[in-house]
C-alpha cells in the first residue's frame, strides 16, 4: 500500500506563484513514478506533470515553462512549483503515485487563482 498527501494549496493572485508538495508513505520501493493533475468543475481530470523514479519529467503542454515537476528522494516528496498562475489554473490539484499493480490517489488541494 502506497499513501500520498498533498499540501501547499490556497489563494493567490494572478501572475503569483506557489509550491504544492505530495509526500508518500508506505511501500515506496515499489513506486514507479508520480505525478499531479488537477481536476476542474465540470471537467475531465488532466494530466499537469510527472516524475519517474528515475527523474524523467512528462508535462502537459499547454504547462511547459509554467509549472516544474521535482522530487526529494529523501524526504518520499514530490514537488509541483507553479509560476505566472492564471484564473484558469485554478483546481484541485491531485496527487498521483503509480506503482506496477495499480495507482494510488491523494485527496487533493485547493488552488485558486483570482485578485
Known amino acids: 500500500q502506497v499513501q500520498v498527501v498533498e499540501s501547499g494549496g490556497g489563494l493567490v493572485q494572478p501572475g503569483g506563484s506557489l509550491r504544492l508538495s505530495c509526500v508518500a508513505s508506505?511501500?515506496?520501493?515499489?513506486?514507479?513514478?508520480m505525478g499531479w493533475f488537477r481536476q476542474i468543475p465540470g471537467k475531465q481530470r488532466e494530466l499537469v506533470a510527472t516524475?519517474?523514479?528515475?527523474?524523467?519529467?512528462n508535462y502537459a503542454d499547454s504547462l511547459k515553462g509554467r509549472f516544474t515537476i521535482s522530487r526529494d528522494n529523501a524526504k518520499n516528496t514530490v514537488y509541483l512549483q507553479m509560476n505566472s498562475l492564471k484564473p484558469e489554473d485554478t483546481a484541485v490539484y491531485v496527487c498521483?503515485?503509480?506503482?506496477?499493480?495499480?495507482?494510488?490517489w491523494g485527496q487533493g488541494t485547493q488552488v485558486t487563482v483570482s485578485s
Open positions: 498521483n503515485a503509480l506503482t506496477t499493480a495499480r495507482e494510488y
Open positions: 516524475i519517474t523514479s528515475g527523474g524523467r519529467t
Open positions: 508506505g511501500r515506496i520501493s515499489s513506486i514507479n513514478a
